[in-house]
């Protein structure tokens, strides 16, 4: 979105190839918030080192399509 910011007035927001939304990209952060919450539950019987590598994973995954939230989940984990 940063990319966006500079070079457009007016941004679409695209999920499996259909326009979702347009609209300026003030508005749309508005409207639709500056971040994501995500919540997982692992069973029972999941041990230690699985729920590590999964979430170690998964912020591998969320920094390689924004490296900057790489602060704000060390931030979060405290």
């Not at 920094?63 to 931030?75: G, H, I, R, T, Y």
């Amino acid at each position: 979105m940063h990319e966006a910011e500079q070079i457009c007035d007016r941004v679409a927001i695209l999920i499996n190839g259909r326009v979702i939304v347009v609209g300026k990209i003030e508005d749309l952060r508005n409207k639709y918030g500056q971040g994501y919450s995500i919540s997982i539950f692992f069973s029972s019987s999941a041990n230690k080192q699985m729920i590590e590598k999964v979430v170690a994973d998964l912020k591998d995954k969320v920094k390689d399509q924004n490296p900057e939230v790489d602060s704000k989940l060390a931030k979060s984990e405290n």
